[in-house]
């Protein structure tokens, strides 16, 4: 399993796919699906998803394809490249970084994100943050033209060049392990669920445009009308010198459930997860001698904010791997951590069945 979870995320950590251009990703998976003797469909967001039918509740297992990036919003003249931004993108951390545009043909253009040359950079410049709408991304061209001609247009997509680094510890650093690990997670699922004779209904979904606008999943979501929905994606780990006071996740110490999580810019969202869940995730890791971490905070939320308010209401719990740096081109995670959390996922599954009581 640990080869196959490792092979299936650094496969899916080089492609690229932006918010609402998940279709590389997309189809990377539907073929994984697809040697399994699966039948994955698509709708039209590009939500992918296969069926496990059974009996009990039915539950949603989901995870998003999509990355952070940017598109462009502006071509000069002398052929610089200006970005608009798209999901949650550090800008203290741009400036030097390798980019690519993935062009719809297959192939990519290679460009960095400028950043002045220091030699010239004034004492009241070097500690501050340039925002992106002053950042410029050079690609080799001096004209308009040029730029034009190499594919790339307003709207075009952009993200971090990807990038995957063995670290000690069976750490793996690299572009969007959130939430390529998901994925590849929950892959690894779809091959165990495929190989069972009973359980409940279970659809397996890879979502698009989480890091957009958390809203992607929703009409699949609408179609689907789960009991019970799984959120599987990063959980910040809080080991590092700049968050310790924010929590007690550790990388390496397994998989995590959030207690808590809401963000109050904009959004006005979160999840309070449903007590029945929290407790099966418990009660499973417990039996399975499988550690679980736990998180509550503020300033993080996923699509499951949404999900749980689709029909009826939707029984809700995040679940997942912890992961530092998150949305930097760099981030890490623990290849350990995401073996703990598809066993307790994979465990959690085997134990939902109709007795589950969702009254709250
Ligand atoms: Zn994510």
Redo the contacts with the bound molecule.
């Keep these: 399993m640990k080869n196959k979870i490792y092979n299936n995320l650094i496969e899916l950590m080089m492609l690229p796919g932006l918010s609402g251009y998940e279709n590389r990703v997309c189809n990377h998976i539907s073929n994984k699906l697809k040697e399994l003797g699966l039948f994955p469909k698509k709708d039209v967001m590009g939500n992918l998803w296969v069926s496990f039918p059974g009996e009990g509740p039915n539950i949603m297992l989901f995870t998003?394809m999509d990355q952070i990036g940017f598109v462009v919003r502006k071509i000069e003249k002398n052929g610089f490249i200006r970005i608009e931004r798209l999901g949650g993108v550090p800008e203290k951390a741009l400036a030097s970084q390798a980019v690519i545009f993935p062009l719809e043909n297959g192939s990519e253009i290679f460009g960095i994100i400028a950043n002045k040359s220091h030699h010239a950079t004034q004492q009241d410049e070097k500690y501050n943050v340039v925002p992106y709408k002053d950042l410029y991304i050079d690609v080799g061209v001096d004209t308009f033209e040029e730029v034009i001609k190499l594919g790339i247009n307003i709207g075009s997509p952009v993200v971090y060049k990807p990038t995957v680094e063995e670290l000690s510890n069976e750490r793996i650093a690299g572009t969007s392990i959130?939430?390529r690990a998901?994925c590849a997670i929950a892959i690894e699922i779809a091959e165990k669920l495929s190989l069972r004779k009973k359980g409940p209904p279970i659809n397996l979904v890879f979502s698009v445009q989480?890091?957009f606008n958390l809203r992607g999943v929703i009409p699949l979501a609408q179609q689907l009308l789960p009991d019970i929905a799984i959120q599987l994606?990063?959980i910040l780990a809080t080991d590092t010198p700049d968050m310790r006071d924010r929590g007690n996740i550790s990388l390496g110490k397994g998989p995590a459930i959030s207690l808590f999580s809401f963000h109050g810019r904009g959004t006005l969202n979160g999840v309070i997860p449903h007590p029945a869940l929290v407790k099966l995730f418990e009660k499973t890791a417990l039996q399975n001698k499988i550690p679980l971490q736990k998180s509550a905070h503020n300033g993080a939320l996923?699509d499951l904010s949404y999900v749980q308010l689709v029909g009826k209401g939707v029984a809700c719990i995040d679940v997942g791997f912890p992961l530092r740096y998150?949305h930097s081109s760099l981030e890490i995670c623990d290849l350990n951590d995401l073996i703990q959390l598809t066993k307790l996922l994979g465990e959690v599954l085997d134990n939902i069945d109709g007795k589950i009581d969702l009254n709250r």
């Design positions: 998003h959130d939430d998901g989480e890091e994606d990063l996923t998150s």
